[in-house]
């Protein structure tokens, strides 16, 4: 490990504890629930997902797990609470939804775009079936950087890198 390299480590580590440097554009989220497997995405704001419940709804426990897990990274629907009425439907979906944002494994990365406020300059992270870029210097030159290593941290158990990917960075 060179110093380059260590100090892109410390860097991630606060990065990683700051969820304001982090904004998601993009993702496309697996999530296995307890009988079926869905999927979510976000688009600049914008939930969707082929779940029954939030086709009718407009929110699922698997969309309000996702805007708990990247809290401050989002634009949240669900800062517009009064759109939805507190029914007992919605509190039990909330309470799904608490008990599956502490179960991170059931929850897959497939893709994703995040800008990400570094101490000088905003890159921008993008992440595709396993594999990390970023727009930052670093990242060119060596295939990892201080904003990739925070978005692992920030992901961890919910993407699956590419293995020679990990091999390379171990
Ligand atoms: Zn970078």
Redesign the pocket.
Known sequence: MDNAMISRIEKAKRYAEQPERFQFQTFKVTIRGNNSTHWVTYDHGTLASDYDYFVKHGYSQHTMALERILQGMIVSPAQQESAYVMDSSRISKLEKAKQYAQERSRFTFDEFEVSVKGDNNS?L?TFNHGKFA???E??QSRGY????MALERILVDMINTRAEETSANS
């Open positions: 890159h992270v970023c727009t930052c670093f990242f950087c201080q904003h990739t």
